[in-house]
């Protein structure tokens, strides 16, 4: 089953949130750019913790039959990336994020910011 790239943006920052990941941010990029239709930008405290969150959101796609494309930066954790292709997923530690400022990047984005479990819609 096909999941749409809202509601798989959705599902990230929801299982982001689980793990208790902080400033959970969804850009919708879809009218901005080809590469990808949303981000997902969350913040972690430590790199233990930027692992965890992303071993958690992989863990609970991988259970919808959703799998990266490709993932990087596991290494030093301090920013993973997590391609799902129409949704790109990027875990920081607080510094990282704010060196790299991918909000202020993509300012024209629609911006959800998710700071508590949502209800998501069936399809």
């Known amino acids: 089953m096909k999941i749409s ?13 689980e793990k208790k990941a902080s400033e959970i941010k969804v ?13 997902v930008i969350c913040s972690a405290e430590v790199e ?22 490709h993932n990087e930066g596991y290494q030093n954790s301090k920013w ?16 990282t994020r704010e060196f790299y400022e991918l ?5 024209d984005a629609q911006i959800k910011e998710i700071k508590e479990k949502i209800k998501l819609p069936k399809k």
Do not use: C, M
């Not at 879809?30 to 590469?35: A, E, V």
């Not at 292709?85 to 510094?95: A, P």
């Open 5 to 17: 790239s809202q509601r798989l943006a959705n599902l990230v920052g929801r299982h982001a949130l």
């Open 27 to 39: 850009l919708d990029l879809r009218r901005l750019s080809d590469i990808t239709d949303y981000f």
């Open 48 to 69: 233990l913790h930027a692992r965890a969150i992303a071993d958690h959101i992989i863990e609970s796609l991988k259970k919808r039959g959703v799998r990266p494309w």
């Open 80 to 95: 993973i990336l997590l391609d799902y292709v129409d949704v790109v997923v990027h875990i920081f530690l607080k510094e």
């Open 103 to 107: 909000e202020r990047l993509w300012g």
